[in-house]
């Protein structure tokens, strides 16, 4: 069983999956520019990401910066703590229960402000995640009939991707995989219908679900996701 190691330096919080290696030293070469890494192709492209490859190993490295805004998300940060470090926990723990069909999670440095003139709090985190070579299912439209099958799993160990399209699942060694999860603090039940109705709507996949409550919690999503669109109208 792997465990994170905690660290607090003045205002920042430094989150390490205890495994031997020294990732810290890593993103610390990386943003010294000692670490030249390559943009991977994706779907977004960020230019705060990148591809790194150091002691035979592939790793990705990226920034995320998410703003708080209203009482409600300030005090659901403050109850949950940030998405960064909940998801990094629920990696880690589905990875020893065997799960493998995701990218591990090695490293969260993360900071939090305060704007005093708008009670605004801004997260940055800097993330190590592994890289998983392989094709994007945009390359292999014919697996999209396993993508329920792989959510499934996923969902049954506390995580979710959120937004399933194309290039957000690698077939890496034969099997297909997700990366680019969903960073969340919330209980799962919020977030894991999302999967479920992008899934139905973009590919017109059927995605059967177990049990009364699952549907009803659905069903509710999907109510939900309608009235926002109406009101965007």
């Known amino acids: 069983m792997h465990r994170i190691i905690e660290r607090r330096d003045g205002g920042r919080r430094l989150c390490i999956l205890d495994d031997g290696y020294d990732y810290a030293a890593l993103l610390d070469a990386y943003r010294r520019g000692v670490i030249v890494g390559t943009t991977p192709p994706s779907g977004s492209r960020k230019s705060t990401s990148a591809r790194l490859e150091q002691d035979g190993r592939l790793f990705f490295v990226k920034a995320d910066v998410r703003a708080y805004r209203g009482w409600c998300n300030r005090l659901g940060l403050r109850l949950f703590g940030t998405p960064y470090l909940s998801t990094m926990r629920r990696v880690t723990r589905a990875v020893d229960a065997g799960f493998d069909r995701i990218q591990r999670m090695y490293l969260v440095e993360e900071t939090i402000a305060r704007d005093p003139a708008t009670g605004v709090l801004t997260v940055t985190a800097w993330l190590v995640l592994e890289y998983i070579p392989g094709e994007y299912l945009a390359d292999r439209m014919e697996l999209i009939p396993q993508v329920p099958a792989v959510l499934r799993e996923l ?20 099997r297909l995989k997700v990366i680019d999860l969903l960073f969340f603090n919330q209980p799962l039940i919020f977030v894991w219908p999302r999967d479920v109705i992008k899934v139905e709507d973009r590919w017109g996949i059927p995605f059967p679900l177990d049990g009364f409550f699952d549907r009803l919690v659905y069903r509710a999503m999907r109510v939900k996701m309608r009235i926002r669109k109406f009101f965007r109208k």
């Open 155 to 174: 969902h049954a160990h506390g995580l979710a991707q959120s937004d399933p399209h194309t290039h957000n699942f690698v077939v890496s060694e034969g």
